[in-house]
């Protein structure tokens, strides 16, 4: 029993990782119809940005403040992420608007591009990043169950930026403004929003979280130039579980593919949890074929 | 239809000409290079498939590797049975398994290279049938096609024993009795290629050429409308899907005798994505474009990757990015703009010259 | 006079909000019927419910006495009879002007039918004659895309008039339109009634004036009056509604 809450504990955390990048892919989802395929590789320059923080560090301050370079490679992971997001918008995505399908192979061409970047950067082979040494050892629950520190504190970081997220899109006026080119771009624009901004900065801030995402996925192994690949497949799914483009969906989407996953390949082995994971996202679309939340809308389609 | 007015539309005539280069391709390379041509042929055959659902009927599938894999190992265990000689395959042997398993059995009949196309057929029925009947469409159909590709390497990777895990099936021996490493199988694997690829391009000009194929474009542009038309589109999606896998069988069961190999890599999520932008940069839409794609990019593809292998990744990425945003219609879109603009200039020259007025 | 279309107590409701909250009304052969309102009257959702595209959770749809809608996919509505153009032209952009026609006219719609068997000439005759009645005749070999929007409304009617239809319902057939584009279409859409029933939503009152037979105005998912153009104007309610938001001119 002790071994399957350990796992479950597990699952949560690296799906708490899922849903901080899915929340990135939800939100441009819905903002603008992009589904980017690159998003992975946001996770990846978010771990590249805490590695290279971590050798700064190493190499350059005293050795006894090391342990806190992670402080330090949050906010880096999220800007670094950010920069490269933004300037992927106004470069290639802003070209792609109402064409959901284009946008993912566009994207994917971005995220070829971007992992040969860090091959040639950083080399083929991973990397590891070093975690600050108090995230080291275990919080003691009961005798024989002993929840790593690393994973608290990673579900601590998705909390506070889910925190912040809600405060970002239901409290402020940027996310009034988000939330408006959301349900109607026209009127939006027509009242004086400035709807290519919203676009580019609302991009830019879903890469961060991908970045800090990334950054956080440091601590439970070592890094590499595909580090997004692996993850994307998983992201994607969590979004489509959940309802393209609903906040509250992708959070719930993320909490079932993890702890689903978990559970399955518990019960299971790795591999069949995995098939059966998908075969239940299917069964589950043939119930509801828009996901968990949905947003209803009139439009015919196209 | 007879001849002539097959080669009535300009792209069989150039299909038709690309068919005669193929087959006179053995007269001046080498043994090595028909290799490679086969390889790419095999190709060219899925991306037809690839271009009915999305060029024509605008489905993303991200998840044909799959399909491609499907045949492929449908033929693979054909011919690792062939080379096994009644005895266990060795990658079995080597996962301790002491019995040839109830799904291999059948494939030491030669009969069940049939299964390359019901296997596909099947897959996409099912697939088909729970997503198109639900009305799951777009990005959504996508995702859930590239997480299929996704399942399959994860269930072909780990169920060693019956796959061969990792490493796929390799070295096989003999086809129907002819050994694969001499020189005339070699081009009579080839040639079997080229009409395999023939053969295909008539089934799938077939299908577009009536009016199952304006009602596939119909689909794309407006799905509800042919509904409200009259149509089932479920339907037809799942006819065109099961199609286009059965089409990815095929070519995956010419690719295997030509390279001696399928392994899960090839039926991956980035494989899958490949093909699709083979079809992208030939034209979507139109099957020439789907060929002309394959084979080009293939062929700079191991010219350029056998030498700087760093350098491939960015162009085909860039190339990529360009092609989707500023020529979605591909190399194919490129050459009919500008035979376009020279057919307006000719009539209008004839215009002026003859004062006849054309009949469309 | 023979009724086309039985609607009976009927409630729409989206997440608890009922957009078409307890309708009766029936629908006579030959009558050009307009559903008339303010933005919000439930006039799109009826029309929706009809051609079986939303379910009602309560009440009853009947068609020609004996058919249930409710009964039916969509895809098999064409076959009883019923068609529908929705308010934002929808043609098949990337088709010509008679593939978008070809598509339409056939009775058989199964995939071997559309492998197999071609057009045959009476069906290619019908598709001129209506080419020619919604003036497209001179473009039939134009790609649907290069078409004025004008001309797509038009298009969208031709499909719809070569299916040999007994009720055709118009989301807005006139919205975008120029005064004489709009003429036009009212010009159109009186050779259409010669042959089949017609249910249009429009808010242009002028068309509404010129061109319908019986109106039913609706507003917050119920009928408010309905009778002729003359007497729902005369209707202190209907004055209200209308009036209440700033007159029929903005309607």
Redesign the interface.
């Known amino acids: 029993m002790n071994t399957y809450f350990l796992q479950v504990f597990n699952g949560i955390s690296v799906s708490s990782i899922f849903m901080l990048a899915a929340l990135g892919l939800a939100v441009t989802f819905g903002l603008m119809k992009i589904i980017n395929m690159a998003h992975g590789e946001f996770i990846m320059i978010g771990a590249y940005a805490a590695y290279i923080i971590q050798n700064i560090f190493s190499r350059y301050l005293p050795a006894s403040i090391f342990d806190l370079y992670f402080f330090v490679a949050i906010p880096a992971s999220f800007f670094l992420a950010g920069i490269f997001g933004w300037v992927l918008e106004k470069l290639i995505i802003r070209h792609l608007y109402g064409r959901a399908l284009d946008s993912i192979l566009a994207t994917w061409g971005v995220s070829l591009v971007l992992q040969q970047l860090a091959r040639s950067i950083f080399g083929a082979p991973n990397v590891d990043v070093k975690s600050p040494s108090w995230l080291n050892g275990a919080l003691l629950v009961l005798p024989g169950l002993q929840l790593p520190y690393k994973r608290l504190f990673i579900m601590l970081l998705v909390i506070a930026c889910m925190t912040a997220i809600y405060f970002l899109m239901y409290r402020s006026n940027y996310g009034r403004k988000i939330r408006a080119v959301m349900q109607n771009r026209a009127m939006a624009a027509s009242l004086g929003i400035n709807t290519r901004k919203i676009d580019a900065c609302t991009f830019a801030f879903g890469s961060g979280l991908a970045g800090i995402a990334g950054c956080a996925l440091t601590l439970l192994g070592s890094i590499g130039p595909t580090l997004g690949t692996n993850y994307i497949v998983d992201t994607f799914m969590v979004v489509v579980l959940g309802g393209v483009g609903s906040l509250w969906g992708t959070i719930a989407g993320g909490f079932l593919i993890g702890t689903g996953n978990t559970t399955l390949e518990f019960l299971t082995n790795a591999t069949l949890g995995k098939v059966l994971v998908f075969t239940l996202v299917i069964l589950f679309l043939q119930w509801r074929p828009k996901g968990l939340f949905t947003i209803n809308s009139r439009s015919l389609d196209e | 239809m007879s001849v002539k007015t097959f080669l009535k539309t300009p792209s069989n005539k150039v299909f038709f000409v690309i068919v005669l280069l193929l087959l006179a391709a053995p007269l001046f390379l080498s043994v090595f290079r028909i290799n490679l041509l086969g390889k790419f042929i095999s190709y060219a055959i899925l991306a037809m498939g690839i271009d009915l659902i999305w060029g024509y009927t605008?489905i993303?599938s991200?998840g044909h590797g799959v399909f491609f894999g499907l045949g492929a190992y449908a033929m693979g265990m054909y011919l690792k049975l062939e080379a096994a000689h009644g005895k266990l395959p060795d990658f079995m042997a080597w996962s301790g398994l002491e019995k040839l398993p109830a799904i291999w059995a059948p494939f030491s009949n030669p009969l069940s290279l049939i299964f390359i196309v019901l296997i596909p057929a099947f897959l996409a029925a099912v697939?088909g049938y729970?997503?198109f009947k639900?009305?799951?469409r777009?990005?959504?159909f996508?995702?859930?096609s590239?997480?299929?590709s996704?399942?399959f390497v994860?269930?072909f990777?780990?169920?060693q024993a019956y796959t061969g895990g990792t490493n796929g099936l390799t070295s096989f021996r003999t086809m129907f009795g002819l050994p694969l490493a001499a020189d005339n199988t070699k081009y009579l694997v080839y040639y079997a290629a080229v009409f395999l690829l023939f053969i295909v391009y008539l089934y799938c000009r077939?299908?577009i050429g009536?009016?199952?194929g304006?009602?596939l474009?119909?689909i794309?542009?407006?799905?509800?409308?042919?509904?409200?038309?009259?149509?089932?589109?479920a339907?037809?999606k799942i006819?065109v899907y099961i199609s286009s896998a059965v089409i990815a069988g095929i070519a995956g069961a010419v690719f295997v005798p030509q390279v001696g190999i399928i392994s899960p890599a090839e039926m991956g999520?980035?494989p899958s994505?490949e093909m699709?932008?083979w079809v992208?940069i030939g034209g979507r839409g139109t099957l020439i474009g789907a060929v002309i794609g394959a084979i080009l990019v293939n062929g700079l593809k191991s010219g350029i990757s056998e030498s700087f292998p760093?350098v491939w990744?960015?162009f085909?990425?860039?190339?990529?990015?360009a092609v989707?945003?500023?020529m979605?219609e591909g190399l194919v879109g490129i050459v009919k703009k500008y035979a376009g603009r020279i057919a307006i200039r000719r009539e209008k020259k004839d215009k002026t010259a003859e004062k006849a007025p054309s009949v469309? | 006079m023979e009724t086309v279309l039985e609607i009976k107590d009927l409630i729409i409701s989206f997440d608890g909000f009922r957009a078409v909250n307890g309708v009766t009304t029936s629908v006579q052969k030959g009558e050009v019927r307009f559903f008339i309102g303010p933005n919000g009257a439930g006039k799109t959702t009826l029309l929706d419910a009809i051609c079986g595209r939303v379910h009602p959770q309560h009440g009853s749809i009947i068609f020609n006495g004996d058919k249930n809608i409710m009964h039916y996919p969509e895809h098999k509505l064409v076959n009883i009879g019923i068609g529908r153009k929705f308010q934002v032209p929808s043609v098949f952009t990337s088709l010509s002007v008679y593939e978008n026609m070809e598509v339409s006219v056939v009775k058989k719609r199964g995939i071997a039918a559309s492998l197999f068997s071609e057009i045959t000439e009476a069906q290619q005759e019908k598709i001129n004659k209506v080419l020619t009645l919604v003036d497209l005749n001179n473009c039939a070999g134009k790609k649907a895309a290069d078409l004025s929007h004008g001309q797509k409304q038009w298009l969208e009617i031709a499909m719809l008039l070569v299916q040999d239809l007994q009720l055709i319902l118009l989301d807005e057939p006139v919205a975008g339109m120029g005064r004489r584009e709009t003429t036009k279409t009212g010009e159109l859409l009186r050779k259409i009634a010669q042959h089949c029933t017609v249910i249009v939503v429009e808010h242009d009152m002028e068309f509404v004036r010129e061109f319908a037979s019986k109106v039913t105005v609706m507003h917050e998912g119920h009928i408010l009056d309905e009778g002729s153009v003359e007497q729902v104007q005369k209707n202190p309610k209907v004055i209200d509604v209308y009036l209440g938001r700033g007159g029929e001119n903005c309607a």
Request: avoid cysteine; proline fraction near 3%.
């Open positions: 605008g993303l991200l697939i729970l997503t639900n009305r799951i777009g990005v959504y996508s995702i859930l590239q997480a299929l996704l399942i994860v269930l990777i780990g169920q077939f299908l009536h009016r199952f304006k009602i474009i119909a794309r542009d407006g799905e509800n409308r042919v509904r409200f038309s009259g149509y089932d589109p339907v037809y006819f999520i980035v994505i699709v932008i992208a760093e990744s960015y085909l990425g860039l190339t990529f990015i989707v945003i500023f979605p469309n």
